[in-house]
């Protein structure tokens, strides 16, 4: 609804319902905010468990941040023993 929205807009949205509608829509939550134009920028090759470790150590990092995650994640899976 727009009274919804409008108390978004106003910065008082919790970050699990933003995250909701991001998901829904196949976007970032940095676009939905309006921090990016991109809806889908390039990392949109990671895995579910991959997206799910950088968006929920912080909400609120930069894309560049959340890309730093994403590679420290990717590399530490390299030393996961495999059975």
Do not use: C
């Amino acid at each position: 609804s727009n009274g919804i929205i409008s108390t978004w807009k106003k910065g008082k949205a919790s970050s699990d319902k933003i995250e909701k509608v991001a998901d829904y829509f196949n976007v970032t939550t940095d676009y939905l905010l309006g921090r990016t134009s991109d809806p889908n920028p390039a990392n949109n090759n990671m895995t579910k468990n991959q997206k799910l470790v950088a968006y929920s150590i912080d909400p609120d990092v930069s894309d560049e941040e959340r890309e730093a995650i994403i590679n420290m994640v990717k590399e530490a899976m390299k030393f996961r023993k495999r059975m």
